[in-house]
């Protein structure tokens, strides 16, 4: 089945820097990937996703990029702010799947002041 | 944007009794939810999928019996802890998607807010 590994666990950035964020995914059919951002004791929220047909998508300081040969995609945050800190979760729907997301395992994006 | 909300957000209660979670879909319809288990520092464990008016289908390793899910309605779905234990304490997490008008929201899930369960 579908699997979803995600990079780093941890990551310190100081304010006003970009952090990056890496996931890859098993199975060559998966046609959505979402990002979503949690902040301690709420439920996820999505901040930016992309479609296979898609290479790349931008909001703002957000952007996502889809490599869909190598089979995976990154979140990248730029002039990241305090308030940017939190868990990101990176995850994709299997082609096969009606609509049930896999998820990585997580990252905890800190930004230090 | 479609809402999800879910009530209680906190629960406690004593080992045995039955605990109930909604989660309803504020301003579409939810021809599908999920129901989520997230133990601290851990990503998302789904349990199990339901679509309105159908069964839900389960997760390996969740049990239908103790984990009831009712999805009676397009706006609302519960999940019933029967019998809970210590170890059933953790953070509970309902998803959604589906169509607002003619409009269908999928694949995007639209997330609740959570509920913490917590079994003396």
């Known amino acids: 089945g579908e699997n979803v590994e995600q990079h780093p666990s941890t990551l310190s950035v100081q304010e006003g820097d970009s952090a990056v964020i890496k996931c890859t995914y098993s199975?060559?059919?998966?046609?959505?990937f979402p990002w979503y951002k949690q902040e301690l004791g709420k439920g996820p929220q999505l901040i930016i996703d992309?479609?296979?047909n898609v290479g790349e998508k931008k909001d703002q300081r957000i952007a996502v990029t889809l490599n869909k040969t190598a089979k995976h995609f990154s979140l990248h945050i730029t002039e990241t702010q305090p308030e940017d800190s939190a868990v990101y979760f990176c995850?994709?729907?299997?082609?096969?799947?009606?609509?049930?997301?896999?998820w990585g395992a997580g990252t905890k994006l800190i930004i230090k002041p | 944007g479609a809402v999800v909300s879910q009530h209680p957000s906190r629960v406690i209660c004593k080992s045995g009794t039955s605990v109930k979670i909604e989660c309803r879909s504020l301003?579409?319809?939810?021809?599908?939810m999920f129901w989520y288990r997230q133990f601290p520092k851990q990503s998302l464990m789904l349990m199990a999928t339901?679509?309105?008016?159908?069964?839900?289908?389960?997760e390996q390793g969740v049990e239908k019996d103790k984990f009831l899910i009712n999805h009676a309605s397009l706006t609302l779905s519960t999940l019933t802890v029967t019998s809970a234990h210590p170890e059933d304490s953790s953070f509970y997490i309902c998803?959604?998607?589906?169509?607002?008008?003619?409009?269908?929201?999928?694949?995007?899930?639209?997330f609740g807010p959570g509920t913490r369960l917590t079994v003396l």
């Open positions: 998803s959604a998607t589906g169509t607002s008008g003619r409009v269908a929201l999928d694949p995007e899930q639209f």
């Open positions: 301003d579409f319809q939810a021809t599908t």
């Open positions: 339901s679509n309105e008016g159908s069964k839900a289908t389960y």
């Open positions: 199975d060559s059919a998966s046609n959505y």
């Open positions: 992309i479609r296979s």
């Open positions: 995850a994709a729907i299997p082609g096969h799947s009606n609509y049930q997301l896999i």
